[in-house]
């Protein structure tokens, strides 16, 4: 049956073309024909529930391209075959969100009674997910150090199913190192799946490097306007089937106006990230010179542990990283953090990032059970937007001073 869900697993015909070319140029052509639609540059926004059938026949054998709006249209299979092409996967599933993505994966791969290895930097909804969910039917999640590499081997139970990867880990950006975690994973027949949400596959490409199943938040980088919330799945040869059939049994499916958003979004990523990731990286280094901050952990900055590991692996970095606050006593975290906070009016104070808008948050980090975070004072976590750096910076500025012990304090 040539279900939409079976087009999604072809690779484009210009794969071997498209591997000489530059990023920008792959996002300028990737996922759309404009020759397959009338010339047009973008593709429809097909809005589907019920296909036509012509006849009785061709309803019975599903003898046609598109079949349901769940199984996909020529909009989201446009962006799907778009991040084929960006992953090197086999095939892309798209969800309603990242959270959705991480957990239909987990549900494609994992059965009662099996152990997950998850890495303990896990972005935080997805640790929920594990200790209720995956819990509740019968999966043991143990959650493991960023920084332990091939002595993963040591975790492995005979039915460890599943390792899961985030790199650098959210919030406080420890790096993993993916190839040797992956290499030893397959030694015991565990998928290893990889939030790759932070670099793109621009910067990181997961299934270069030994990753199984590669998925990305596209509501950050790839939308980039802080309007759209949308998943990505993406898997290698040996694992696509069992994705598809876990998505289609679970009826999860990306809307066309949110897959066509996101194209449109991908078009421009190569330049946005190059912009973010240059005012991010003078900010960090920046920070490092101010007497307020007692860390900045950004994995590009030579002082961060897993510096190494990133220059090694990844091409560029992007907007989000951390900075610890010099704070001396734990009592005052919380009020210094919301000073600080309180003292920005050009970074906006809300979750998620990797759209146009800078912003800021007080991270916690109370659930973690092996990657202790930093304890030198509260953990601040800036998305750089696209403003001006010196705008940036002299907002900042403001905010340090009013963290500033008044004269009578
Ligand atoms: C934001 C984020 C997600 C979740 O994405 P949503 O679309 O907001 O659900 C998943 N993983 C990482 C690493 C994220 O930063």
Request: aromatic share 8%.
């Amino acid at each position: 049956m040539p279900g939409a869900e079976e087009m999604q697993g072809i690779m484009s015909d210009n794969d071997d073309e498209s591997k000489h070319q530059g990023p920008n140029t792959q996002l300028a052509r990737a996922g759309h024909d404009p020759s397959l639609y009338h010339g047009f540059i973008n593709p429809p926004v097909v809005r589907a529930s019920t296909v036509l059938f012509p006849d009785a026949k061709a309803m019975e054998a599903h003898s046609q391209k598109y079949i349901y709006g769940t199984r996909g249209t020529p909009t989201t299979d446009a962006l799907c075959e778009a991040i084929n092409e960006l992953e090197g996967a086999a095939g892309t599933i798209l969800v309603p969100s990242g959270l959705a993505a991480v957990t239909v994966a987990f549900l494609a791969y994992l059965s009662p009674g099996d152990h997950a290895l998850v890495v303990d930097t896990v972005y935080g909804n997805v640790r929920h997910f594990c200790d209720t969910m995956l819990q509740r039917f019968g999966v043991e999640v143990e959650y493991y150090d960023p920084s332990i590499g091939a002595a993963i081997e040591t975790l492995f139970r005979p039915n460890t199913r599943l390792v899961h990867t985030e790199a650098p880990g959210s919030n406080t950006f420890e790096m993993q190192d993916v190839p040797a975690i992956a290499a030893i994973a397959h030694q015991h027949a565990a998928v290893v799946t990889m939030d790759n949400t932070w670099a793109t596959p621009l910067y990181f490409r997961p299934l270069n490097f030994g990753v199984d199943v590669s998925i990305q938040a596209s509501t950050k980088y790839p939308a980039g306007h802080a309007d759209v919330l949308l998943g990505t799945v993406s898997a290698n040869a040996q694992t696509w089937k069992r994705l598809r059939q876990t998505n289609n049994a679970l009826g999860f499916c990306g809307a066309a106006d949110d897959a066509y958003q996101v194209l449109r979004g991908l078009r421009t990523l190569g330049i946005r990230l190059e912009r973010h990731q240059e005012s991010a990286l003078d900010i960090a280094k920046w920070l490092e010179t101010r007497e307020e901050v007692a860390r900045v952990l950004h994995p590009a900055l030579p002082s961060f542990p897993g510096h190494d590991i990133w220059k090694r692996d990844f091409k560029g970095t992007s907007g989000v990283f951390s900075f610890v606050l010099g704070v001396e006593h734990e009592a005052d975290f919380k009020s210094k953090a919301q000073a600080f906070l309180d003292g920005l009016t050009i970074f906006g104070l809300g979750y998620s990032w990797g759209g146009f808008p800078s912003l800021a948050l007080h991270v916690s980090l109370d659930d973690r059970k092996v990657a202790l975070p930093p304890s030198e004072g509260p953990i601040l976590r800036l998305q750089i937007g696209l403003e001006d750096v010196d705008d940036l910076k002299a907002d900042l500025q403001r905010a340090f001073q009013a963290v500033r012990p008044k004269p009578n304090e």
